[in-house]
């Protein structure tokens, strides 16, 4: 079954702009289905010249006619006069046979989409009869609000052209709607949108005042600064979106201006009680920072004992005891600085080629003579990491560079060190190349040559094998020099 794109791409005669406007229309007709009770249709002619549905929208405000998906079927051939009468029709036709949906009987009604001076297909709204049958005042105000967006489609003010949204948490009609005037009077509140003023603290009744002024009341009252867009949704001027906060709840507001052919006529507003929401966003913030201070103490501890150390080292008159202690140094430096990645993260997950470039520098500049200069480059990306991978895969690696400039460049002024990285979702392939004396002096046994303890050794091969399920291999690089290949598979880290 074809879906939106795929029909689209059978038009090779609509431009970017023409589907751009198409992508607009139905990423906000959301709104003009739930005001108006009816589910919407967009049907276009595809490369055939066929009427199929290209898309489809549903009333989340009653119960829907298409159980369903409908898009990219083919439209009844006995369809295809009306449907042709519609396209060439400048305003929104209205069909004279009722059609049966299920058990429901419908009347469909069309708008041409228009665009640059194109008919780029049709929006029918099916309504079903039964929703037209003794309504109140709520459902009288939402059909003609709907009605009045809807017929703004052929004049090409529906989508909206400049609209600014910049919420997470849109509005929706079920969660409350009021009605203006073209002067920004409220004709109409429904009973949701009621509620979520008086959350706000408005005591008095809602129609036959500036929705403005209301609004800039409660945060008078609450000396709350006032979001520059705000007076522009309350008075239903522009299609923009905002949000009202207090000290006691938060409401998300977004106006739509209604159109006629002669200019703007007012405007509807949707408002959200959006309270609980920022309560817990606020407890994830609060969560965020808590962990971030945690990570930032754990380096300042790390850093410490790094430094507790270095004083120990530069006491003890045995140079073997010298050169451990450097050797934990520099091991709890490299931890410190993975969590100082972390404390500047609030998603325990760090960039992890700014973290390793920084510690195999380090790594080379501990391990180097006075008088050497070894380089580092950089093939490929290690990408985002989680803690529980940076943190192994961070020693891995500075103790396969340690061991390069101690055993591989021995004796020599300058080499060059090179890191290429693969990286597929969770497979994680490094390859670690030096021009040094060979393999014969920086590998022993098919691991790296121990020396001292040998715990350098020992970490390469545990975290490797154990933690990532991987495997380490020893080979003599082409052009002289080693070459160590990592194979491994992380355990937390997620695609790019």
């Not at 500075?398 to 990286?423: D, P, Q």
Request: proline content about 2%; hydrophobic content about 40%; aromatic content about 4%.
């Amino acid at each position: 079954m074809a879906d939106f794109s795929q029909i689209l791409a059978t038009r090779p005669d609509l431009d970017d702009r023409d589907r751009e406007w198409l992508h607009q229309l139905v990423a906000d007709w959301q709104v003009i289905a739930d005001l108006s009770f009816a589910d919407l249709l967009l049907i276009m002619q595809n490369g055939d010249g066929r009427y199929v549905v290209a898309e489809q929208c549903r009333p989340s405000t009653v119960m829907t006619l298409r159980a369903d998906d409908v898009v990219g079927d083919i439209m009844p051939e006995a369809m295809t006069g009306e449907l042709d009468a519609a396209m060439q029709s400048a305003v929104v036709f209205r069909s004279t046979v009722l059609r049966t949906v299920g058990k429901a009987t419908i009347c469909n009604v069309y708008a041409p989409v228009r665009h640059n001076g194109k008919t780029l297909g049709l929006v029918v709204r099916e309504t079903n009869m039964a929703t037209r049958e003794s309504n109140g005042r709520y459902e009288s105000e939402s059909i003609n609000a709907g009605k009045q967006l809807y017929e703004m489609i052929p004049r090409g003010q529906f989508p909206y052209s400049d609209s600014v949204m910049s919420q997470r948490h849109m509005a929706r009609v079920a969660d409350g709607f009021i009605v203006l005037t073209m002067d920004g009077i409220v004709r109409y509140a429904s009973p949701n949108a009621i509620s979520c003023f008086r959350r706000l603290g408005l005591l008095t009744t809602m129609q036959g005042h500036y929705l403005s002024e209301l609004g800039a009341d409660l945060l008078r009252e609450q000396n709350e600064q006032v979001d520059e867009q705000l007076p522009l949704v309350l008075s239903g001027k522009a299609a923009v979106d905002s949000e009202i906060t207090t000290d006691r709840s938060a409401v998300s507001v977004r106006s739509l201006p209604l159109y006629d052919m002669n200019g703007r006529t007012g405007g509807i507003v949707l408002c959200r009680d959006v309270t609980e929401l920022r309560r817990r966003e606020q407890e994830l913030q609060t969560k965020d920072a808590a962990i971030s201070e945690i990570h930032h103490r754990v380096k300042n501890n790390l850093q410490a004992v790094s430094a507790l150390l270095r004083l120990q080292a530069r006491k003890t008159k045995s140079e073997e005891v010298k050169k451990e202690l450097k050797e934990a140094q520099r091991r709890v430096q490299t931890i410190a600085m993975v969590h100082e990645g972390l404390s500047q993260t609030v998603d325990e997950v760090v960039d992890f080629d700014k973290v390793i470039a920084s510690l195999l520098k380090m790594a080379v500049d501990v391990a180097t003579m006075r008088d050497q200069h070894i380089d580092i480059d950089f093939v490929g990306k290690f990408g985002m990491m989680p803690a529980q991978d940076a943190t192994p895969l961070s020693l891995v690696l500075t103790e396969l560079i340690t061991n390069s400039v101690e055993h591989g460049f021995e004796g020599r002024k300058e080499g060059h060190i090179t890191i290429s990285v693969g990286r597929s979702g969770s497979n994680l392939s490094v390859i670690v190349e030096d021009d040094g004396t060979g393999i014969d002096t920086e590998a022993q046994g098919g691991m790296a040559r121990s020396s001292g303890s040998g715990l350098g050794t020992q970490i390469i091969n545990t975290f490797v094998t154990n933690d990532f399920g991987g495997t380490v291999r020893w080979e003599p690089r082409r052009d002289g020099g080693t070459r160590v290949v990592l194979d491994m598979k992380l355990r937390a880290a997620q695609a790019e």
